[in-house]
């Protein structure tokens, strides 16, 4: 995922923090923003209904915050299906990070019905575009609330693209992330030592790189930008440069000034940083490329991620190491699999949560 850096908007001249015209600021206000956030993350009362369950479902990390899924209720059931209207043909041609999508929303909701008392039974269907089936038991009277750490941490995970603290991880916390991301035939490697963050960094650049030479890539992306809160309440979808760290503007002044500071040197100079300021990486290889490993890929992410909000630690995703296939070969080579496809590279460590990035409205994607 990529977003232009603040390096690149302060070296145009502009001060994109407070831009005005004749004394008149044309930052907007947030206040609306806000508020529609805190209304699509509060955690689930009372007795809900499974729209309630979609609602958090929607809450999981996706490409480009596309949302790329459509649910479909049938009486104490929920169906899963991927929207491929809705799909990033560049940078995700063959679906990869859809299924991966999917995967990481339907973690959510068996996370989200077992903090209930409700039991998940997940089914994934067969062909090409496989649907998820999930069963769900009746509340069960008296029953422990199950997994209560990483439903709590659903509507406070995102993905945080900003500089973290530096510090490590402990060995511990490691560990509880190791674990909640076992999923079978999906394996996990974690990077702790400079010398393997600083090579994996040399594949970021790489795919990076790649990827910024690709006008359709770019202009892929720079559809999937709001720029101003009005615009991301709008659509409710997409990426707000808010949720990057980056000043709120006007739409159309984003719009204008993107080709002109959106550069590669630029962005591999913060991809740099990130990585460096990080705690570790950690890499998530499928046991197959396809469709059913994908989804199973993003259930043992969800866990992962989750995990680590609980725990106070941000993640966030740096894929061109695995969305250009220029680099992903060698890549893997690299991870000692030579023969597999890796997933998803996902770094960690500690910062300020940034603000959190919207959704659209349930009844937009019930089928």
Same mark, same amino acid.
């Given at each position: 995922?990529?977003?232009?850096?603040?390096? /690149?908007? =302060?070296? #145009?001249?502009?001060?994109?923090?407070?831009?005005? =015209?004749?004394?008149?600021?044309?930052?907007?206000?947030?206040?609306?923003?806000?508020?529609? =956030?805190?209304?699509?993350?509060?955690?689930?009362?009372?007795?809900? %209904?499974? *729209? !309630?369950? =979609?609602? $958090?479902?929607?809450?999981?990390?996706?490409?480009?915050?596309?949302?790329?899924?459509?649910?479909?209720? &049938? %009486?104490?059931?929920?169906?899963?299906?991927?929207?491929?209207?809705?799909? /990033?043909?560049?940078?995700?041609?063959?679906?990869?990070?859809?299924?991966?999508?999917? %995967?990481?929303? #339907?973690?959510?909701?068996? @996370?989200?019905? *077992?903090?209930?008392?409700?039991?998940? +039974?997940?089914?994934?269907?067969?062909? &090409?575009?496989?649907? @998820?089936? @999930?069963?769900?038991?009746? *509340?069960?009277?008296? &029953?422990?609330?199950?997994?209560? !750490?990483?439903?709590?941490?659903?509507?406070?995970?995102?993905?945080?693209? *900003?500089?973290?603290?530096?510090?490590?991880?402990?060995?511990?916390?490691?560990?509880? $992330?190791?674990?909640?991301?076992?999923?079978?035939g999906v394996s996990v490697r974690v990077f702790t030592e400079a010398a393997d963050r600083d090579a994996i960094l040399d594949f970021v650049v790489a795919g990076n790189s790649a990827q910024m030479d690709d006008p359709a890539f770019v202009q892929e992306l720079a559809d999937w930008l709001r720029f101003s809160p009005a615009r991301a309440i709008e659509t409710g979808d997409g990426l707000f440069s808010a949720c990057s760290g980056y000043p709120v503007l006007p739409d159309w002044v984003g719009r204008r000034?993107?080709?002109?500071?959106?550069?590669?040197? &630029? +962005?591999?100079?913060?991809?740099?940083?990130?990585?460096?300021?990080?705690s570790g990486i950690a890499v998530f290889v499928g046991a197959r490329a396809d469709p059913r490993h994908w989804i199973s890929v993003g259930r043992s992410f969800e866990r992962f991620a989750l995990q680590a909000t609980a725990l106070g630690i941000r993640t966030a995703h740096l894929n061109q190491p695995v969305e250009a296939p220029s680099v992903r070969s060698d890549f893997a080579r690299w991870l000692g699999a030579p023969e597999a496809r890796p997933d998803l590279v996902i770094r960690f460590g500690r910062a300020p949560a940034l603000p959190m990035s919207l959704r659209r409205p349930v009844g937009s994607v019930l089928v």
């Open positions: 995922m990529t977003m232009l850096s603040r390096r /690149t908007l =302060v070296g #145009t001249g502009l001060s994109l923090a407070a831009v005005g =015209v004749a004394g008149y600021t044309l930052r907007p206000r947030m206040d609306g923003y806000l508020e529609e =956030v805190a209304r699509q993350r509060r955690l689930l009362s009372g007795d809900p %209904g499974l *729209a !309630a369950l =979609v609602r $958090m479902a929607t809450l999981a990390p996706n490409g480009h915050n596309t949302q790329p899924w459509k649910f479909r209720l &049938a %009486g104490q059931s929920v169906s899963i299906l991927p929207d491929t209207s809705r799909r /990033t043909a560049v940078v995700d041609p063959d679906d990869h990070h859809l299924y991966v999508s999917l %995967g990481c929303a #339907t973690e959510n909701l068996v @996370i989200a019905a *077992a903090a209930l008392g409700r039991r998940g +039974e997940v089914v994934i269907g067969a062909g &090409a575009e496989p649907q @998820i089936d @999930i069963a769900l038991s009746a *509340a069960q009277a008296g &029953a422990q609330p199950a997994a209560q !750490a990483l439903y709590q941490a659903i509507p406070q995970r995102q993905s945080t693209r *900003a500089l973290y603290d530096g510090r490590p991880v402990s060995a511990g916390d490691l560990a509880l $992330m190791e674990a909640a991301a076992r999923e079978e000034i993107f080709p002109a500071v959106f550069s590669k040197d &630029a +962005e591999n100079d913060k991809y740099r940083d990130q990585i460096r300021s990080s």
